[in-house]
């Protein structure tokens, strides 16, 4: 499996040294969300006004989906609902939006992502923090159109959202081995859509089964690649939760490739059509 990586590695590593050369690759990093996320660009307009622009308008509309959402601040519309002191009906547009998005990953992962069911102790609270971050992430890279022939990578907490510009080289991705953080176990070329991965290396056993509300412990990551980066969380998260059935339950996610690790050093990839 990882007999060419040295290569893949060296590789990439020569390209962004010479695209720095070039001018023509730029990143910029924030702290939001409570977490750091990355703006890379490739292109000829790397550092022209335009992404300056896009990237600021990204970063503030981070900022103010995570004062929304956030279930750290006491001030948040979810903060809010979960107290009982705001509706669903009486929330922002797109706090009604993310609770249907919400409602649709239950139901498309036979409820092993549910957002009413992910707090321990409190059964029935909604919680939309398994997909709004991606969600957010997707939403904000429409500032970019503005420069379409950069390549765009945002980074946040592990999930990637990926589009290609007139650039004709692909994105490589790396996936970090969950049992030493140092290492990475493969690489993916990708040119567009979105690569997420769930699992245990970072934040521990965070991963709820909703079936039987315990933490689950049998895959140690699962990183899904497919056309949505939203939905490649959640197929991640999902696939955390199903436990060691995840193997036979990714081959459903048409149009999706990935790889699991499992807690007994099982490796499992898969590439479906879509």
């Known amino acids: 499996m990882t007999t060419d990586l040295p290569d893949a590695i060296a590789d990439a590593v020569a390209t962004l040294r010479a695209e720095a050369a070039a ?13 750091p996320i990355s703006v890379h660009v490739r292109g000829e307009e790397a550092r022209g006004h ?12 981070l900022r103010a989906a995570d004062a929304m959402f956030s ?7 979810i903060s809010r609902i979960q107290r009982g002191e705001l509706t669903i009906a009486d ?19 036979d409820g092993y992502v549910d957002a009413w069911n992910s707090i321990p102790g409190r059964p029935g609270v909604f919680d939309p923090t398994v997909l709004v971050k991606t969600w957010a992430v997707a939403r904000v890279a429409r500032h970019f159109s503005a420069v379409p022939s950069l390549a765009l990578a945002i980074g946040a907490g592990g999930d990637i959202l990926l589009t290609p510009g007139d ?11 969950p049992t030493d953080r140092a290492r990475t176990i493969a690489t993916f070329p990708i040119r567009e859509g979105g690569t997420a991965t769930s699992g245990l290396a970072a934040r521990g056993a965070h991963i709820v089964d909703p079936h039987i509300g315990e933490a689950a412990v049998e895959v140690l990551s699962a990183t899904v690649i497919g056309p949505s980066l939203m939905w490649a969380d959640v197929w991640a998260t999902a696939a ?17 490739s990935g790889l699991l690790v499992l807690a007994d050093g099982t490796v499992h990839r898969w590439q479906n059509e879509v």
């Open 50 to 61: 335009a992404a300056e622009q896009a990237v600021a308008r990204v970063f503030a509309d």
């Open 71 to 77: 279930t750290y601040r006491e001030d948040s519309q």
């Open 167 to 177: 650039e004709p080289e692909p994105w490589t991705i790396g996936i970090q081995d």
């Open 91 to 109: 929330s922002d547009p797109a706090v009604r939006e993310v609770h249907r998005l919400c409602e649709s990953a239950r139901l498309r992962t």
């Open 23 to 35: 001018g023509t690759r730029r990143v910029w990093v924030e702290q939001i969300m409570g977490m």
């Open 240 to 256: 955390v939760a199903r436990g060691r059935s995840a193997i036979e339950w990714v081959s459903t996610l048409f149009g999706t």
